[in-house]
């Protein structure tokens, strides 16, 4: 089954998003004078998880990459609202997508995406054998995200 060059690219990209985030690439910081409230870059990356990992039937590395990103979150300096707001927004959106996912895969019998492309790919490959090390233990939350407490998504 071939995909349509648009498809393929939205999903390169996402994965791309993925793979930037987890590497620590470069992106806007909040100023660090006070304590932190914006979450935004946190919760891109807890929801890209859904369709870089999940969607593709990666849910076991989709769940690691997610508890990091909220592990990383709690050790940075937020607000107990900020906090807060983080958690309920993160259980809601896990809710949703997997209801959501779940209900795909029984109407349609199959998985909603086709990402072997991607799971070959050597960063790909980097970053879920270090999901699986910080699964372990073996590595701590900095190996999978390196970016500081302040960090905003970078502009698309």
């Known amino acids: 089954m071939s995909i349509s060059p648009m ?12 793979l930037a985030i987890a ?22 990356a807890f929801g890209l998880t859904f369709k870089g990992f999940d969607a593709c039937g990666d849910t076991v590395n989709g769940e690691r ?10 050790s940075c300096p937020f607000t107990p609202d900020a906090k807060a707001k983080f958690h309920a927004w993160a259980e809601t959106t896990t809710q949703r997508f997997t ?4 209900r795909f895969i029984v109407e349609n019998k199959k ?4 990402c072997e492309p991607q799971k070959r790919d050597p960063a790909y490959v980097n970053l879920t054998d270090l999901l699986s090390r910080y699964s372990r ?13 302040d960090v905003r998504p970078a502009a698309p």
Request: net charge positive.
């Open 137 to 149: 233990g073996e590595v701590g939350i900095d190996a999978i995200i390196s970016d500081p407490c």
């Open 65 to 74: 990459y997610r508890k990091a990103v909220t592990e990383k979150l709690d």
């Open 23 to 44: 590497a620590g690439t470069p992106a806007r910081a909040q100023s660090s004078a006070a304590p932190l409230t914006n979450t935004e870059a946190f919760r891109a």
């Open 99 to 102: 209801a959501q996912l779940q």
């Open 7 to 18: 498809t393929a690219f939205r999903r390169a990209r996402l994965m791309l998003a993925l």
């Open 111 to 114: 998985l909603l995406a086709r």
